[in-house]
């Protein structure tokens, strides 16, 4: 009988120990552990201590208490890497805003609710008037989104965005400006579009040229394109951030050979074309110009025909660069999203025979 007594003794202070000793331990962990402020895996930023808002009234202190236990939870990697292993094993189509697509190729998830098409349309129209103010001949390369170009990679069924129905909307806010249209000459080419990430390759990036050069009356052909080497082999792209599983491999970052003699400067400092620094970080892609700038100024001195080209740009243009080197004596990138710049005013300024804007269709706005 005592020895029943015991033993239902020793198995309710099992139970105590690990409903309560076990939270306890992992509380001490987080308080007196030092915090991480960035999750490389995730590529974002991380809730700290000083993140939280010590107010009792307004309400955020839970919810600030909350995003700071779930980031700084220990061996927070290792059980989300787990967590998405599981659900790709048990067949999980989308995973935190990725699809999971055939052969693990992975997709961002843009729906027509995530596009603000009526700010999409002010921004052409504005691209339009300053075509029209200027009268500098210019030219929108709007690039689709991977789940655009490769539908059939993509889980059955899953929905994306109205592409065309976008492209139609801003081409007639567009008159006064040439269209290269890639949809059909990025279609259906899985090795245009990285599987881990949702960017174009460089592989994309040059059939992108091709077409550009056909816009400008030029020859395209590959025989037009600089060769192509690998800088690393071990790329995994924001998209894997999302579903961070080592069942899914690495990747080819590859890019296209550029002269020497060229001169670059990012937001008043001296920089490079390509980044080799970028290679020992996370964020691989920022090897293209060590990633995006407000204001970036590309000198080539070897190109015969003074030219000068102004391009309104998101991260798809950092890697289609390298490709226009040689077409353009100098090259002013701007990033809207990190500067205020009268693009107009610059062109005129800087005497510019064109004017561009390359970017994903679903960013110009």
């Known amino acids: 009988m005592m020895k029943k007594m015991i033993e239902k003794m020793n198995s309710k202070t099992i139970c105590i120990a690990l409903f309560v000793g076990f939270p306890l331990i992992l509380m001490l962990a987080i308080c007196l552990g030092r915090d991480r402020s960035i999750s490389a895996n995730e590529n974002r930023v991380l809730k700290t201590r000083s993140d939280i808002k010590y107010d009792f009234f307004d309400g955020e202190l839970q919810d600030d208490l909350e995003n700071y236990l779930s980031d700084q939870f220990p061996m927070r990697d290792r059980l989300k890497g787990a967590e998405t292993g599981m659900k790709l094993r048990l067949g999980a189509g ?120 056909a816009a400008h009356g030029e020859e395209s052909s590959n025989e037009n394109a600089p060769e192509i080497f690998t800088v690393s082999e071990r790329f995994r792209g ?90 353009y004596s100098k090259i002013i990138m701007v990033d809207e999203r990190y500067a205020f710049i009268d693009v107009a005013q610059i062109a005129v300024e800087s005497n510019a025979d064109e004017i561009a804007v390359i970017r994903e269709i679903v960013s110009a706005g």
């Open 94 to 213: 989308s995973i935190g805003g990725a699809y999971i697509g055939h052969g693990g190729r992975l997709f961002q998830k843009i729906l027509d609710s995530d596009v603000d098409k009526e700010k999409c349309v002010r921004y052409a129209a504005r691209v339009n008037r300053i075509a029209e103010q200027t009268g500098i001949e210019t030219y929108v390369m709007y690039v689709p989104s991977a789940g655009i170009s490769l539908r059939n990679s993509l889980p059955y069924g899953a929905p994306m965005y109205d592409y065309d129905s976008l492209y139609a909307a801003l081409t007639k806010e567009l008159g006064s400006v040439h269209m290269i249209d890639l949809r059909k000459a990025l279609s259906g080419v899985p090795e245009y579009y990285y599987a881990t990430d949702h960017h174009w390759t460089a592989k994309g990036a040059a059939q992108a040229y091709y077409e550009w050069r």
């Open 238 to 327: 924001t998209l894997w951030s999302r579903v961070p599983s080592e069942s899914i491999g690495y990747e080819k970052l590859q890019a296209p050979r550029v002269p020497d003699g060229i001169t670059v400067e990012a937001d008043g400092r001296e920089t490079e074309l390509y980044d080799y620094s970028a290679l020992q970080t996370k964020d691989k892609y920022n090897f293209f110009e060590g990633g995006n700038h407000g204001l970036l100024t590309l000198t080539n001195p070897d190109v015969a025909e003074e030219r000068t080209i102004v391009i309104l740009k998101d991260s798809f243009a950092n890697s289609f660069l390298p490709y226009i080197v040689n077409d």
